[in-house]
């Protein structure tokens, strides 16, 4: 079993910057393809952004990309997501995510993850 815990949420305005981090316990991580999503009320989990074992591959949604950048540091389980350029549309909880199948690729489906954090709320108001 794999834990995952999510911090760095919090209240911002358009243009702040904002870091989330995610923590991950229980067994090592450091082989698995992880990634952010994030949800807003009435709407799907969405796809914000991924990185392969090594940080050899990213991925990122066309609404984040050249604002957000996910990093990783095996050393301390950890992922992270810098957010830059925040805008009112980035309010969302935001998801850390697991996937525990081997893959060279970074899945963008929600459902191809199976271990999840609690979320942490981001807010950026205009």
């Known amino acids: 079993q794999v834990q995952l815990e999510e911090s760095g949420g919090g209240l911002v305005q358009a243009g702040d910057s904002l870091r989330l981090y995610c923590s991950a316990s229980?067994?090592?991580?450091?082989?698995?393809?992880m990634a952010w999503f994030r949800q807003t009320p009435g709407k799907e989990r969405e796809f914000v952004a991924g990185?392969?074992?090594?940080?050899?591959?990213?991925n990122y949604a066309d609404a984040v990309k050249g604002r957000f950048t996910i990093s990783r540091d095996n050393t301390k389980s950890m992922v992270s997501l810098q957010m830059d350029s925040l805008k009112p549309e980035d309010t969302a909880v935001y998801y850390c995510a697991l996937r525990w199948k081997l893959t060279v690729t970074i899945p963008v489906a929600a459902n191809e993850y199976e271990y999840w954090g609690h979320g942490t709320q981001v807010t950026v108001s205009s």
């Open positions: 229980g067994r090592p991580v450091n082989t698995y393809t």
């Open positions: 990185i392969t074992w090594n940080g050899g591959l990213e």
